[in-house]
């Protein structure tokens, strides 16, 4: 299963003072790890005023649920004015990150992994031709080796 780094813009306007800021990221990080989600959130010295930005972390599949689910315990916090932002993911190099880079294209494909002698991984990946007529195959073997840092041979079936 795939981590969901969730970012939002909680204090868009900048008007939360720090200990107000504080006592609502603390309120979220409580409501947060009942739904199973884990809060970042740096210090608000370090935060510009206009850029309030957290990071909810995420496991799960659907990307859409897991945003808006998040946004909606921002929302109950902090109000309606919070601001989604892009969602990343966690990457540790496994081959359930290798499935979800190829989701995020919209395909799926075959992994096998394999070992050589100085202990370095290597990703044979099989697509199917029309994918790659759709897909440049340097964007999927590019986004494959950076989720899973492995070498990645892509065959086309």
């Known amino acids: 299963m795939r981590t969901a780094v969730i970012r939002v813009d909680v204090d868009p306007a900048g008007e939360l003072s720090p200990a107000e800021f504080g006592e609502r990221i603390s309120a979220l990080t409580s409501v947060a790890a009942e739904s199973g989600m884990a809060v970042t959130a740096p210090e608000i010295d370090r935060l510009p005023s206009r850029r309030r930005e957290i990071h909810l972390l995420v496991d799960g599949a659907d990307t859409a649920a897991m945003r808006d689910h998040a946004v909606g315990i921002c929302a109950e916090i902090f109000g309606s004015a919070v601001r989604p932002g892009p969602v990343t993911f966690v990457s540790r190099g496994t081959d359930d990150d290798a499935h979800g880079v190829l989701a ?16 370095f991984d290597t990703l044979t990946v099989r697509l199917a031709s029309s994918d790659l007529e759709r897909i440049p195959e340097s964007r ?4 494959l080796e950076a989720a899973t840092n492995a070498e990645v041979v892509i065959v086309v079936r």
């Open 104 to 119: 995020g294209f919209g395909i799926t494909g075959e992994i096998d992994r394999t070992h050589d002698e100085a202990g």
């Open 140 to 143: 999927i073997q590019t986004a």
